[in-house]
């Protein structure tokens, strides 16, 4: 199943929203990433890198990293790298530039909470630990 959806933004002067692009899946995690973003949606595990906000995001794709059966959970940019969590505790870093993946760490439990923090990812898990994955 496919869920359609369509992202609004409010234009200042008319003060009503209009329709810059869209996505053909729920997107539960965006960021802003130069003059696009890094998006996840829902189903499939499918994380983007979008060049623009207009248009559809399948079209303005820079690169697509999938996860076929997770479903996307968090996400989390800083310098030049992007984490995403998945349900059932994956967690991968790719680079935002180029889409590949540089690490992939799975846990026994669910992702609680994500942030970077001093050039390391902090993650919270569901049963309350806080691990700190230092990056390369």
């Not at 200042?12 to 729920?26: L, N, Q, V, Y």
């Amino acid at each position: 199943m496919t869920a359609q959806i369509a992202l609004a933004s409010l234009a200042p002067a008319a003060g009503r929203a209009k329709k810059p692009w869209e996505a053909t899946d729920r997107i539960v995690a965006a960021v802003p990433c130069g003059e696009g973003a890094i998006l996840a949606s829902h189903y499939e595990g499918v994380v983007r890198r979008v060049k623009t906000m207009t248009g559809k995001a399948e079209e303005q794709a820079a690169w697509t990293d999938e996860a076929p059966g997770k479903c996307t959970q968090f996400l989390a940019v800083e310098a030049g790298k992007a984490a995403v969590s998945y349900w059932g505790g994956l967690v991968r870093i790719l680079d935002v530039e180029s889409g590949k993946r540089i690490a992939e760490q799975r846990f026994e439990q669910d992702v609680a909470a994500m942030v970077w923090w001093n050039g390391s990812l902090l993650v919270g898990l569901a049963d309350g630990r806080l691990v700190t994955l230092a990056m390369p």
